[in-house]
């Protein structure tokens, strides 16, 4: 008698462990896609305020606003901020978002009319 109750302790712990060990992995999953898509979203925040960035330069320059120096920024907008540098020599706009630890560039040639 006292072997059967021995075997099916035996199966109990292994049914439990076994549950533990999906519950575990379940967890783990669920974290890993939630950063997943944390990091997923700020990089696309930080690459919207880099367009923004650029649309604030396009702004000035077809305003003709007169600037202290060839930088906006940082500009808080959002979770987020966007720095913008523009090189009158070169007529290049190079905007940086960030949200986070998530960075996007963005760089533009214009001409000039």
Same mark, same amino acid.
């Given at each position: 008698?006292?072997?059967?109750? /021995? #075997?099916?302790? %035996?199966?109990?712990?292994?049914? !439990?462990?076994?549950?533990?060990?999906?519950?575990? =992995? $379940?967890?783990?999953?669920?974290?890993?896609?939630?950063?997943?898509?944390?990091?997923?979203?700020?990089?696309?925040?930080?690459?919207?305020?880099?367009?923004?960035?650029?649309?604030? /330069? #396009?702004?000035? %320059?077809?305003?003709?606003?007169? !600037?202290?120096?060839?930088?906006?920024?940082?500009? =808080? $907008?959002?979770?987020?901020?966007?720095?913008?540098?523009?090189?009158?020599?070169?007529?290049?706009?190079?905007?940086?978002?960030?949200?986070?630890?998530?960075?996007?560039?963005?760089?533009?040639?214009?001409?000039?009319?």
């Amino acid at each position: 008698m006292s072997g059967n109750k /021995a #075997i099916i302790l %035996l199966n109990v712990v292994i049914i !439990l462990l076994t549950i533990a060990l999906i519950g575990a =992995s $379940l967890v783990a999953f669920l974290s890993l896609t939630s950063f997943s898509a944390q990091t997923t979203a700020d990089r696309t925040k930080a690459f919207y305020l880099a367009e923004a960035g650029i649309a604030h /330069a #396009i702004n000035i %320059l077809r305003n003709r606003a007169r !600037l202290e120096n060839d930088t906006i920024g940082p500009v =808080s $907008l959002g979770e987020g901020t966007y720095e913008v540098k523009i090189d009158f020599g070169q007529s290049v706009i190079v905007s940086t978002g960030r949200v986070g630890n998530s960075k996007k560039t963005l760089q533009l040639q214009y001409s000039t009319l």
